[in-house]
């Protein structure tokens, strides 16, 4: 069974910085992809950024140039650093692994709301 813990979701002012952290937890496991995803009330969810054993793939357009992915293997987390943010970045954020067995699982979400 795998699970996933994120954190590092809250309030922040315009301008702000937040760092989203994800970590997945199980038995021998083996993570390909690791990403994260978020949803505004009345909007589709989408990939923000996500990154693989060999790289990062395109960042949507909205956040290029803001926002960072990484990962730490060694510690099966992802992390998601958010700089200049603006009121269109609230979201549900979740975070999403795919296995080397091709399994997905997501994170139970974490809110972040930028207001001044």
């Known amino acids: 069974q795998v699970q996933l813990v994120e954190s590092g979701g809250g309030l922040v002012q315009p301008g702000g ?4 952290s994800c970590a997945a937890s199980g038995n ?3 993570i390909n992809t690791m990403g994260w995803y978020r949803q505004a009330p009345g909007k589709q969810r989408e990939l923000v ?3 693989t054993g060999v790289g990062v793939t395109p960042y949507a357009d909205s956040v290029k140039g803001r926002f960072t992915i990484s990962r730490n293997n060694a510690k099966n987390t992802v992390y998601l650093q958010m700089n200049s943010l603006k009121p269109e970045d609230t979201a549900v954020y979740c975070c999403k692994i795919t296995t080397g067995l091709g399994g997905d699982y997501w994170g139970q979400g974490t809110q972040v709301t930028v207001s001044s």
């Open 49 to 51: 950024a996500a990154i």
């Open 17 to 20: 910085s937040l760092r989203l």
């Open 28 to 30: 021998s496991i083996s």
